[in-house]
């Protein structure tokens, strides 16, 4: 195939310059992959696995509360599952709830793994830095390995650990998510066993929903694994996922990664946020004809739909709350602990400034904290300053969490105050808030062919983003503005050829209500994209920003 000069040059900007490079890069059927036992650990945590499934070991998987979590989790069931046929009874999964334990290994659940009799616990997306839990399982009696994705600090479990980000991991690439290394030890089980091959085919729909969940990079072996996984995820052949797609109403076989990050992820993180996560795996796991699927999906839409109204509530109230200082430190007591981090993410987003959500927790006197930043400013660099205020505290540039006595909250301002006012001091535009392109077009560039052969650079996400434009020099006509409060606006560019193209711009139409006239020449940024509507397809700038 012949590409475009534009799709040519959004390769060469990824890296993508080799023919050989180019073609696995396009490819609806790539090959990037590494051998499993390249990871730290992986050979002798699979003939564990094996051994203690021929001793007739009880064996549990320890998953967590999101996306990634529960798709780890479904995935880990159904391989051992084939390995442990006809004992059902011998293999389980255990979730801690969001809001009495908290993420990853804890003691209380571990003893009451041990007294069901279980002698082997398997964590998938979780355990890497668990050091006092992993050692008081063995304490217990039990055997315990550790399948994470994580980075590991100074504190590290001290047992068996598949993590490519262990220290003196040979693993090419770092950026697999919890399901992917759950995907990669069966990769390796079934080396060593003889189970049929169709099965890991059959649950690379779940690695595709935990990579595009987790945000985890969209390149290298992950891309492979998530363009196979959905193309498995568009075979309609899981009956949950295929349910929830009904009730999501999407479109069944046509599903993009957007559309899995966008829209399948949210509902599958909403029973963690609201409930309990193993509705998430048990609708995962649903075979065909079993009870209650349909049920279980309703539920899903359900909690979302609630997740959303508490999001929106607790948006309005943290606004209220919070100062005109540049660091979005908010105390809002009865923030929902489930829904706080979504919600410091969208005042972070609308207010490109970073935010903490503080809300109490049920430990008297103490508050528990969750935060997101933006580009150029890292949260943990500035929070890791302050340490010994917090009781807890972990995380990364863009998201970080802490337990914070309510009596350090104050100082822990005062500190994140004089902080934000250095960086602001240093940088006078870190606040200014950028619409950047990949390129420059005119209007005649942006052609159904030219959006096709983007299409081919999917599936989009971290790391490997829809290309966007800037489209330069365009007449607006047919200006109509949409929604309640007329937020949106559809528009039509005119080129200086007589090309036209049709332009959305979402949620901002007020804000450029006097750019928009008819006749003015403008610039816009944004994305060309395809939509199939009533079976026919139509070209769709959806623009981001406009420039006068």
């Not at 051992?80 to 993420?103: A, N, T, V």
């Not at 993590?163 to 990769?187: H, M, N, R, T, W």
Request: aromatic share 8%.
């Amino acid at each position: 195939m012949e590409l475009s000069q534009i799709t040519l040059k959004l390769l060469d900007m990824r890296g993508i310059t080799s023919q050989e490079d180019i073609e696995e890069f396009l490819s609806p059927t790539p090959r990037k992959t590494y051998d499993p036992f390249l990871l730290p650990d992986m050979e002798e945590g699979a003939d564990l696995i094996l051994r203690e499934i021929a001793s007739g070991t009880r064996i549990m998987i320890y998953g967590d509360y999101d996306a990634d979590g529960m798709t780890a989790t479904a995935l880990m069931l159904t391989v051992l599952g084939h390995l442990m046929k006809g004992r059902e009874e011998d293999l389980d999964y255990y979730i801690p709830s969001r809001f009495d334990e908290g993420y990853g290994l804890n003691m209380d659940a571990i003893k009451s793994i041990h007294d069901r009799g279980f002698g082997l616990i398997i964590t998938v997306d979780c355990g890497a830095v668990s050091e006092d839990e992993a050692r008081y399982a063995e304490e217990m009696g039990m055997k315990i390995l550790v399948t994470d994705h994580h980075n590991i600090t100074e504190r590290m479990a001290h047992c068996l650990l598949i993590d490519p980000k262990k220290p003196g991991s040979i693993y090419p690439f770092e950026g697999l998510c919890g399901c992917g290394v759950a995907f990669k030890l069966s990769q390796a089980l079934r080396m060593k066993s003889d189970f049929p091959k169709s099965v890991l085919a059959e649950v690379l729909d779940l690695v595709a929903i935990g990579t595009i969940g987790d945000m985890m990079p969209l390149t290298d072996e992950n891309r492979t694994l998530v363009k196979y996984g959905l193309r498995t995820l568009n075979s309609g052949n899981r009956p949950g996922i295929r349910e929830l797609i009904r009730v999501c109403g999407l479109e069944p076989g046509n599903l993009t990664s957007e559309d899995a990050g966008f829209i399948l992820v949210p509902h599958l993180n909403a029973a963690g946020r609201l409930g309990d996560a193993s509705l998430g795996v048990r609708l995962l796991t649903a075979r065909e004809g079993d009870p209650g699927i349909r049920e279980m999906a309703e539920q899903l839409n359900s909690l979302n739909d609630r997740r959303k109204y508490i999001q929106q509530e607790t948006y309005v109230k943290c606004v209220r709350l919070m100062d005109q200082g540049d660091f979005k430190l908010i105390e809002c007591p009865d923030a929902h602990e489930g829904i706080a981090g979504i919600v410091a993410g969208k005042i972070k987003e609308t207010y490109n400034r970073p935010c903490i959500i503080c809300m109490n927790t049920q430990e008297e006197g103490y508050l528990k904290g969750t935060g997101r930043s933006i580009d150029g400013i890292s949260l943990y660099d500035m929070l890791k300053k302050y340490d010994s205020l917090f009781a807890k505290f972990g995380g990364h540039a863009k998201a970080c969490g802490f337990t914070i006595a309510r009596e350090n909250l104050p100082e822990l301002r005062k500190g994140l105050i004089n902080d934000i006012e250095e960086i602001r001091l240093s940088d006078p535009d870190i606040f200014e808030k950028k619409y950047p392109w990949d390129l420059e077009a005119e209007v005649g560039d942006c052609r159904m062919e030219l959006a096709d052969e983007i299409s081919l650079l999917e599936p989009f996400g971290q790391d490997n983003k829809r290309p966007s434009f800037l489209v330069k020099g365009g007449i607006v006509t047919d200006v109509r503005y949409m929604g309640d409060e007329g937020q949106h606006v559809r528009f039509t560019f005119r080129g200086t050829g007589g090309e036209t193209l049709n332009c959305v711009l979402f949620r901002r139409a007020e804000e450029f209500r006097d750019v928009l006239r008819p006749g003015r020449r403008i610039s816009a940024t944004g994305t060309l994209e395809t939509q199939v509507w009533q079976g026919r397809k139509r070209l769709q700038f959806m623009a981001e920003n406009i420039i006068d």
